[in-house]
Nanobody, 119 residues
Framework: QVQLVESGGGLVQPGGSLRLSCAAS????????MGWYQQAPGKQRELVAT???????NYADSVEGRFTISTDNTKNTVYLQMNSLKPEDTAVYYC?????????????WGQGTQVTVSS
């Protein structure tokens, strides 16, 4: 029932920047974490960054210092600011919402947005 819609992907040159947005249909404060994951062709979906309801963040080593995850709770939107982009960042980026209910983990996913880093 939860809908997540990503936007902001596109083609960018190495060293450039993009800002991804994830708009949720409901309050993002109801989730333990919001996050961004990436999936390249032939690869598993991997964590990029997460942010908890308390504001703590977690980043993959490969993006530490280059990417920043943030939220705007009034807009129910999660952002991923991507700087100093590298070709290996090329992937489909998915927004994730995670929570626990009755002791069971629940995850919701957006449709994904393509990010291509190429000269």
């Amino acid at each position: 029932q939860v809908q997540l819609v990503e936007s902001g992907g596109g083609l960018v040159q190495p060293g450039g920047s993009l800002r991804l947005s994830c708009a949720a249909s409901g309050s993002i404060s109801s989730f333990y974490t919001m996050g961004w994951y990436q999936q390249a062709p032939g690869k598993q979906r991997e964590l990029v960054a997460t942010i908890s309801s308390g504001g703590s963040t977690n980043y993959a080593d490969s993006v530490e210092g280059r990417f920043t995850i943030s939220t705007d709770n009034t807009k129910n939107t999660v952002y991923l600011q991507m700087n100093s982009l590298k070709p290996e960042d090329t992937a489909v980026y998915y927004c994730n919402a995670h929570k626990w209910r009755f002791g069971t983990p629940l995850d919701y996913w957006g449709q994904g947005t393509q990010v291509t880093v190429s000269s």
